[in-house]
């Protein structure tokens, strides 16, 4: 699910397109048994995040307490739902974009 941000009109743009993409792509290649998938983050705890908290400490409360999960990723949360769509347990596993937002986007009416 992609969500409408106010502000955010060129990086929604980008991020549905890049889903888009991979979507084609998915289907394009599957005749070749290359199976291509996207991920969307949801807020992960990065050095530019930690920027963030620094001039703006209740960034981190303010953003929890709209995550079902109550918590800020992490990049191993990423790295994680990465390892999953190459191994062989997602064999059969093409064309999806994976939501890794700890449910932040199932808070979003459709």
Known sequence: MLISIKQHSIYASTK???VKLAKNFAYDLADRGIRVNSISPGYIR???FDERLKSDPEC?????????LKRIGTPQDIANA???LASE???YVTGIDL????GYSASFPE
Do not use: H, W
Request: charged share 20%.
């Open 60 to 68: 981190l409360s303010r953003r929890e307490v709209n995550i079902p």
């Open 89 to 91: 347990e997602a064999s």
């Open 16 to 18: 549905a397109a890049i």
């Open 82 to 84: 990465t390892l999953f």
């Open 46 to 48: 990065t050095p530019i």
């Open 99 to 102: 939501l890794v937002d700890g």
